[in-house]
């Protein structure tokens, strides 16, 4: 085969994608998983959207107050610019970026990286968010975490907006959101149009 020559002895590299509502620990097992790559003493490197200011400018923090430094950037070609020795590359908030993201994670996992993304997988609507529903269909790995439904006790996909505003992207924690189930989620939503 014609590729042959260019994969032998390449380090091969992968995409995985954590996923879920809000509230629901997707930055924290992204914090997880790149403490243990820097216990395994690889190159790992972290990227956020420019955007993100809720916590911190310059580190992903997860809503138990767990942080990592990582680099804010405006589009996904700039996660390109790699060390040459990144083995590791951590983003964080996927359904941010522009489109281009799974184009970039294809080609950095092509170059040996192994590239971790952490988003929600839905917007405040129960739509597919961004980039994240590409990210999902040609991730090699993809793990869906899920918080608790604060209006019932069951496991909480949605992330409902409990403000009325209609902007898709709206910065917010608990003052804005919360976890709910599939039924607490269509209620409130049924009970907001009357």
């Excluded at 997707?26 to 690889?42: D, F, N, S, W």
Aim: net charge negative; hydrophobic share 40%.
């Amino acid at each position: 085969m014609f590729l042959e020559p260019f994969f032998k002895g390449h380090r091969t590299g992968w995409v995985e994608v954590i996923c879920g509502c809000m509230f629901s620990g997707k930055t924290e097992e992204l914090i997880r998983r790149l403490r243990r790559a820097r216990i395994a003493e690889l190159r790992v490197e972290v990227f956020k959207p420019l955007l993100d200011t809720r916590y911190d400018a310059d580190s992903i923090v997860s809503h138990d107050t767990t942080s990592l430094l990582a680099t804010p950037v405006e589009r996904s070609e700039q996660l390109l610019e790699l060390h040459p020795d990144t083995s590791v590359v951590g983003i964080d908030e996927g359904q941010f970026f522009d489109h281009h993201l799974p184009e970039v994670c294809h080609r950095l996992a092509l170059r040996g990286v192994r590239v971790i993304v952490a988003g929600l997988d839905m917007d405040y609507r129960g739509q597919p968010f961004g980039p994240m529903p590409a990210l999902l269909a040609t991730a090699e790995y993809v793990t869906k975490v899920h918080a608790i439904c604060v209006h019932c006790g069951n496991l909480a996909t949605h992330s409902y907006r409990l403000t009325p505003a209609d902007e898709l992207v709206l910065l917010g924690e608990k003052e804005h959101y919360e976890p709910r189930c599939r039924a607490c989620y269509a209620k409130g939503n049924i009970l907001r149009l009357k």
